[in-house]
């Protein structure tokens, strides 16, 4: 499975964004989908993550509340939806994509990665 992600971009404090990751070469809805985020100097951390068929989700607590996952299977599309921006959101942000099952909240467990799609927000 090939992902390429995109739609980051500079925001000020407040705003919104909307990240895709586009999924190719596989069965985009057998695969569970997540995004994380790495900061300069930090470790890669997961943000959220859905399940196969979207009826599942997980996100970090520092997020919940603000930003939503969801998917579109029939587009092989997958989305972040990043409201009420904060300067400590701002971070490279990646999705991957690992077999169906568990939203595990660890790299590791993630077999396919995209290119990472940079989000700055500003005070």
């Known amino acids: 499975v090939q992902l390429q992600a995109s739609g980051g971009g500079l925001v000020q404090a407040g705003g919104s964004l909307r990240l895709s990751c586009a999924a190719s070469?596989?069965?985009?809805?057998?695969?569970?989908m997540g995004w994380f985020r790495q900061a300069p100097g930090k470790e890669r951390e997961f943000v959220a993550g859905?399940?196969?068929?979207?009826?599942?989700?997980s996100y970090a607590d520092s997020v919940k509340g603000r930003f939503t996952v969801s998917r579109d299977n029939t587009g092989d599309t997958g989305y972040l939806q990043m409201n009420d921006l904060k300067p400590e959101d701002t971070a490279v942000y990646y999705c991957?994509?690992?077999?169906?099952?568990?939203?595990?909240?660890?790299?590791?467990?993630?077999?396919?990665w995209g290119q990472g799609t940079q989000v700055t927000v500003s005070s």
């Open positions: 859905i399940s196969e068929t979207g009826g599942r989700t």
């Open positions: 991957a994509a690992r077999r169906a099952g568990m939203i595990p909240q660890h790299t590791k467990f993630y077999d396919y």
């Open positions: 070469g596989g069965t985009f809805s057998s695969n569970v």
